[in-house]
């Protein structure tokens, strides 16, 4: 079985301030993927970034970086110099070995509600 | 390429009905997924079809969810009888299988379902 735990319900910081959302995820599969994907108000699921089990950099994308630490099963998010139009719900999903099979179904976490304050 | 697309976007609907969504996933697209979203909560995986073959179905899809995709093109969600606790968010996703390691899903707007 697999599970993603986002603790974090709600955040609220102020525009500008850097802000990091909490992934951690359980899974018994020796190959799997970790994704975040942003769901605005209007609803659709905007995908931000994949990882691969067998690469552990981390990687940055403009405001946007990534944490991730096989060690702690944590696929941290961090957005600098936050925006009023971060503010959505960021969800942290994974999907196991049955992907390299063809079937990619995706597990997802709770979702970490994001509010920027102007 | 204009995404995948779903059909209606809001459903209302009383209890007892019979309901079918229509997902178009995007051109070319083999692989196509269902899944449920509740208020609160992330998506949950209800189905998954390669082509037209339906290949697995979660727990979560009881006797009165129906899912096909005739002819490996788009796809159709029956939810029979419907329950106050099928009110939710339906997603459907498609990715192109072509590659050995991981195919992103392109996730649809989504068709809103409440029951009355």
């Known amino acids: 079985a697999q599970k993603v735990t986002q603790a974090q319900t709600e955040i609220s910081v102020v525009e500008k301030e850097d802000v990091t959302l909490d992934c951690v995820y359980e899974?018994?599969?020796?190959?799997?993927?970790l994704f975040w994907y942003k769901q605005p108000p209007s609803g659709e699921l905007v995908f931000l970034i994949r990882?691969?089990?067998?690469?552990?950099q981390n990687e940055i994308s403009g405001r946007y970086s990534w944490n991730f630490q096989k060690s702690t099963s944590s696929f941290n998010f961090t957005i600098t110099a936050s925006q009023v139009v971060d503010s959505a719900v960021y969800f942290c999903?994974?999907?196991?070995?049955?992907?390299?099979?063809?079937?990619?179904?995706?597990?997802f976490g709770t979702g970490t509600r994001l509010t920027i304050i102007p | 390429d204009t995404g995948v697309s779903q059909n209606p976007r809001h459903k209302i609907t009383k209890r007892g009905q019979n309901v079918t969504f229509r997902c178009d996933p995007i051109?070319?697209?083999?692989?196509l997924y269902w899944y449920r979203q509740t208020l609160g909560q992330g998506p949950e995986f209800l189905t998954y079809?390669?082509?037209?073959?339906?290949?697995?179905k979660s727990r979560l899809l009881s006797d009165r969810f129906s899912a096909e995709r005739p002819k490996g093109s788009f796809s159709t969600l029956e939810i029979q009888r419907t329950e106050q606790g099928d009110s939710a968010m339906y997603l459907c996703?498609?990715?192109?299988?072509?590659?050995?390691?991981?195919?992103?899903?392109?996730f649809g707007p989504g068709t809103r379902l409440t029951v009355l």
């Open positions: 996703a498609s990715s192109l299988g072509h590659r050995p390691l991981y195919n992103e899903q392109f």
């Open positions: 899974t018994r599969d020796t190959t799997y993927y």
């Open positions: 990882r691969n089990s067998f690469d552990e």
């Open positions: 999903a994974l999907s196991g070995m049955e992907a390299n099979f063809g079937n990619e179904k995706l597990t």
């Open positions: 051109s070319e697209h083999n692989r």
């Open positions: 079809f390669q082509n037209e073959a339906q290949l697995e």
